[in-house]
């Protein structure tokens, strides 16, 4: 078995596991980043997208409120590319009156976020289809993020200062040494799911950043942690009803915010406590009460064309609590082992929101650079990620670019604008790529027509590159192989079938995976966000893209590989309602 010696082991990679790569990298530690999937696969990529300025929070939990707005003012400046300066509405509807709007305002004042009060008559200008019933409006300093490409330039920023990042290896034990009393983890034992090679990570210390997974890592080395799944249903309008994140102005609720985000509005979300991260279904009540409280906010939201219904599952950690996760803080959880379990060498960072995983991961490096005995200040609050010379991200860059460039022609997906150069280029900078990778590097699939007419395209092209990739090593006098040029690997889960990865992030080659299975596995994902929403317009898309797929192409009794493998049995399509887990804002 091979074996890996490093500083620091961060388990998940999710925003806050590649905020501790990062910030750790930037320390002087040798730094191994592992996670079981892809990058944001968990909840990072699974929520409705909003920079919080904390004024959620300043009535009902003030620490988390002063949290956000100060990583809200750091984050502008350190990952500007990833945030649209959409500015936030705190509005009151009919059904809101009371004293909680002068309390909220008097909140914001306490936690420092600037508010201001806007005439009706402005917010309507600015905002025509709010609903003309609301009495007043407090304007704070939202704003809408993109958490893909904020943790992949994270990740990049880590791998700049010498971290390791391996995606799609999975930690399926912890090293400890010692007995009760006195036990240390000393690592992870660490499973490819590609090859199935198993790899010994040794590490000084082991950071357990897996979110809502975070019990289950735990567990492994048979310390109790009891994260609380807060479920969050969240539903996507095709198109922008607003440009400004739209909350009302009262106790946190069930959807109670409209977030602009590129070229949708997502409404969300609801809060209720489940079992098990992986189990997320959508119920219609779900979808009906997002729509209705929509409603209220953006009159006729419910008549749009709905586009699509994920869930998400906020990973809330609060010592001994058994009350409905709707009521659980949302401050983030640092959980020193040593203090808590007597076992040395792990900690656990769990709970707290997106905008402030940059401040988890600075308190957990603080930690651990004291139980590790040295003095190593963080430098994450002034050191920015790759790409902030682009400034503010707006939703007009990409048909700019396209009209100026004239790449008209060379567009794969015409709803997002994704040109083939961009796949080519997101396939070059992750040899591990698939479909889905796609969707999250460069937003591929993600408008009205969810990849009917892309996912054939971006398949042909991979294929494409996957016969360049063999041609050279042909050419440069490579050994044949004696396996096929294409891995495949297979995950089950609940309600989730199969994933494939054909090599890791840090294997140094590009290889793809078949494309009969990158096809079957990206319309599947498609299908499981839209099952919870076929009504309407989208239902008329789902049947036209059932009859480009179903009865063009064949798709459901295509061989999974060219040898029809015995990997054919474990296929099958995963038509249950409400199955829908992925972001599609």
């Known amino acids: 078995m091979k074996r890996l010696t490093t500083d620091i082991l961060v388990i998940g990679g999710g925003s806050t596991g590649a905020g501790v790569a990062w910030d750790a990298a930037l320390r002087g530690f040798r730094v191994v980043l592992v996670e079981k999937r892809d990058l944001t696969h968990g909840t990072t990529g699974r929520y409705h997208g909003l920079l919080h300025s904390g004024g959620r929070y300043v009535v009902k939990d003030p620490q988390s409120a002063i949290e956000c707005i100060e990583e809200n003012r750091i984050l502008r400046r350190t990952h500007t ?17 009371g004293d909680f709007p002068d309390r909220f305002k008097a909140g914001c004042a306490t936690a420092g976020i600037p508010c201001e009060e806007v005439p009706l008559k402005e917010a309507l200008r600015r905002e025509p289809l709010l609903n003309p ?14 958490s893909f490409l904020a943790t992949h330039v994270t990740a990049q920023a880590a791998r ?38 198993e790899l010994l990570v040794e590490a000084a210390l082991t950071i357990n950043a897996s979110g809502a997974w975070a019990g289950k890592i735990a567990a492994l080395a048979d310390i109790p942690v009891r994260v609380i799944p807060g479920k969050g ?4 309008v095709n198109h922008r009803l607003v440009n400004t994140v739209i909350n009302r102005c009262k106790m946190p609720a069930d959807g109670d915010i409209l977030v602009p985000v590129h070229t949708v509005a997502v409404i969300g979300t609801t809060d209720e406590r489940v079992a098990d991260p992986e189990m997320l279904n959508i119920e219609p009540w779900e979808v009906a009460l997002m729509l209705a409280e929509g409603d209220k906010l953006v009159p006729g939201l419910s008549q749009s064309r709905i586009l699509r219904a994920w869930a998400g599952v906020r990973p809330l950690y609060q010592e001994d609590y058994t009350g409905d996760s709707r009521d659980a803080t949302r401050a983030l959880a640092l959980l020193d082992h040593q203090q808590r379990d007597g076992v040395t060498g792990f900690l656990t960072i769990t709970g707290g929101k997106w905008t402030t995983f940059r401040l988890m991961a600075e308190k957990t490096m603080d930690k651990a650079c004291a139980q590790l005995g040295v003095d190593r200040p963080c430098r994450t609050a002034e050191t920015p990620v790759p790409g902030v010379e682009q400034g503010y991200y707006w939703v007009g860059h990409r048909l700019h670019e396209v009209e100026a460039e004239r790449l008209q022609g060379d567009l794969v997906c015409e709803c997002e604008l994704v040109t083939r150069s961009m796949l080519e280029q997101a396939a070059a900078n992750n040899p591990t790529v698939t479909l889905d990778d796609l969707r999250r590097d460069v937003r591929l699939g993600m408008g009205p027509c969810q990849g009917g007419f892309c996912t054939f395209r971006a398949a042909g092209i991979l294929q494409e590159l996957r016969m360049r990739t063999e041609q050279a090593a042909s050419s440069n006098g490579d050994a044949p192989r004696d396996e096929p040029a294409w891995s495949v690997a297979h995950m089950q889960s609940p309600r989730h079938a199969m994933h494939q990865k054909a090599a890791t992030l840090d294997a140094g080659h590009s290889t793809l995976d078949n494309p009969n299975l990158l096809l079957r596995d990206f319309l599947q994902e498609r299908w499981r966000g839209v099952t919870p929403v076929l009504w309407g317009r989208q239902l008329k898309q789902e049947r036209l893209d059932e009859l480009i797929y ?3 192409m064949n798709i459901d009794h295509l061989p999974p590989d060219d040898d029809a493998s015995p990997l054919t049995e474990f296929w099958q399509f995963d038509t249950t309602p409400g199955a829908g887990s992925e972001e599609s804002a």
């Open 160 to 197: 700049q200062a010498g971290a390791q990042i391996r995606i799609y290896h999975e930690v399926v034990g912890l090293l400890t040494e010692g007995s009760d009393g006195a036990r240390r983890v000393t690592g992870a034992r660490v499973r490819d799911v590609v090859t199935g090679e």
């Open 81 to 97: 590319h990833c945030i649209e300066d959409t500015s936030g509405f705190f509005v009151v509807t009919p059904e809101d009156e």
């Open 233 to 236: 249903v969240m539903v996507a």
């Open 133 to 146: 019933r609301i009495s007043r409006v407090f304007e704070v300093p939202d704003g809408s993020a993109d």
């Open 550 to 552: 179903l009865g063009i």
